[in-house]
């Protein structure tokens, strides 16, 4: 049994989101109940962002099943008894929104438990006329992508999230996921994949956004972060507040291409230093970066990260998003008083 709730945009979902997480500093959301030492952990399942094309179903899993149709020879029909029962992996993995900017909150790190995607596929052996995997999901979202990216070994079917069941807005009983890739083509609730024989445009892309939607490089702040408590916005002072000196500490992540580095600018990108990567675990997994700042006086610093990826791509000072992820460099200002 499904049902769901009004239909709203994705740009109008991720404004509204955004505004009720302004409410909860970004750190507290990635770090709580965790030692400040320990940063880049995982994400408590009720901070987790969210994002959906519409409302979240409410899916009985006893009545619900995964259909892998069309272009096939042996078509199957898996209940969530049948997937469970599967051998599982455990793995972390970090997830990000497409409409996520430099420095975004749409994004999260936590550990996922699923089976494997392509030995499915090849139970179910695709077609050699298929060229394209249509997947649809149980609130009417839909996204595709070509034969070779769902065959890929990293591609994985999840139903628990840090050790419980999926929670019902990250997509229980199960959801798709294509590491790299923004999160609009991982679909949440997934009860179908049907190869086909021509490319399938899905419901974002139909709307401008991403077909391919492979994670560009990105990067933002841990610690410090500016304040965003509702006097603060009304005094128009979004400084972030420390005394020196200060370790800054942050987050990169990119496609399967991983981060190869991240620089630190104090002085609004004149000058550039090397940061240190605390963790730089897999591709999939957000880079930890740390740089210490001792400044010979206080004062206001405007404080700018890049990283690059593996391909050499470097975030730029400026991205003019186009529904294909923000790249450019984040910004944080600083009041630094003396220790």
């Known amino acids: 049994m499904v049902s769901s709730r009004k239909v709203i945009s994705r740009r109008k979902f991720i404004r509204i989101a955004s505004g009720a997480l302004a409410l909860v500093p970004f750190s507290e959301r990635v770090f709580a109940g965790q030692p400040p030492g320990n940063i880049g952990g995982l994400t408590p399942n009720r901070e987790f ?9 409410s899916v009985d899993a006893s009545r619900w099943s995964l259909k892998i149709h069309g272009l096939v020879r042996q078509p199957l029909t898996l209940s969530y008894a049948d997937i469970v029962r599967i051998p599982a992996v455990r793995q972390i993995l970090t997830l990000e929104c497409i409409g996520n900017p430099p420095d975004g909150d749409a994004i999260g790190n936590a550990e996922w438990t699923g089976i494997k995607l392509k030995p499915l596929l090849q139970q179910a052996e695709v077609k050699p006329n298929a060229v394209y995997a249509a997947m649809r999901a149980a609130d009417g979202y839909s996204t595709g992508v070509p034969l070779a990216e ?3 070994e990293e591609n994985w079917l999840v139903y628990r999230m840090n050790g419980e069941p999926l929670p019902p807005e990250h997509g229980y009983p199960l959801r798709i996921f294509i590491p790299g890739k923004y999160g609009m083509k991982q679909p949440k609730w997934l009860t179908e994949i049907e190869f086909v024989d021509t490319p399938f445009i899905g419901y974002w892309e139909a709307r401008g956004w991403s077909n391919e939607a492979w994670r ?5 702040f841990f610690y410090p972060r500016r304040p965003r408590g509702i006097l603060d916005v009304l005094s128009l002072d979004t400084s972030a507040k420390v005394t020196a000196p200060v370790d800054l500490a942050g987050w990169a992540l990119a496609g399967p291409a991983g981060i190869r580095r991240v620089e630190v600018s104090t002085d609004d990108g004149a000058t550039w230093h090397a940061a240190r990567q605390l963790g730089n675990a897999s591709p999939y997994i957000w880079t930890v970066w740390q740089y210490h700042f001792a400044p010979a006086r206080p004062g206001d610093y405007l404080v700018r990260v890049k990283a690059t990826d593996g391909n050499g791509i470097t975030q730029p000072d400026s991205y003019a998003e186009r529904g294909d992820g923000g790249t450019s460099q984040p910004r ?6 003396a220790a």
């Open 216 to 220: 560009k490089v990105n990067s933002g």
């Open 332 to 337: 944080l200002q600083l009041k630094v008083t």
């Open 49 to 57: 962002y969210v994002t959906s094309y519409g409302g979240t179903p």
């Open 150 to 152: 769902i065959m890929r």
